[in-house]
């Protein structure tokens, strides 16, 4: 696997999780979060939220500030951007070949996705 697949791989993963999904929106509300605030807000232990936190760091959706022993979390400006674009950049060349042997065999491509038969 090449660096935007498993980047795009690592994101995929990190989201597919709804507790993680769902810290990452909570995250995103706010200029900032404190591990506790989030602890606080959702009902599972701290080592899971930090667990998932850490998930979340690691696929480069948001960044991590220490202050003493706590930790705030932020939302990476445009990192959701970036992945999506990364996401159509790596299916582009299959979407493209589809679309050829589409039209090769005499469908077009934009027929079948209004629901019109061949």
Known sequence: MNAPQ???ASV???????TRLELLLA?????????AELVRAF??????VSHHL????????VTVRRS?????YR??????AEWAGELIRLFAPAGRAI????????????????????
């Open 12 to 18: 995929a993963k990190a989201l597919s999780d709804q």
């Open 75 to 80: 939302v990476v400006p445009g990192a959701l």
């Open 99 to 118: 679309q050829a042997r589409q039209r090769s065999a005499g469908r077009a491509p934009s027929a079948r996705r209004a629901g019109a038969r061949p």
């Open 6 to 8: 498993t980047r795009v």
């Open 54 to 61: 850490k998930i979340l760091v690691a696929a480069g959706l």
């Open 27 to 35: 995250i995103a509300m706010v200029p900032e979060h404190s591990c």
């Open 43 to 48: 009902p599972i232990s701290q080592a899971t």
């Open 68 to 72: 003493g022993q706590f930790h705030h």
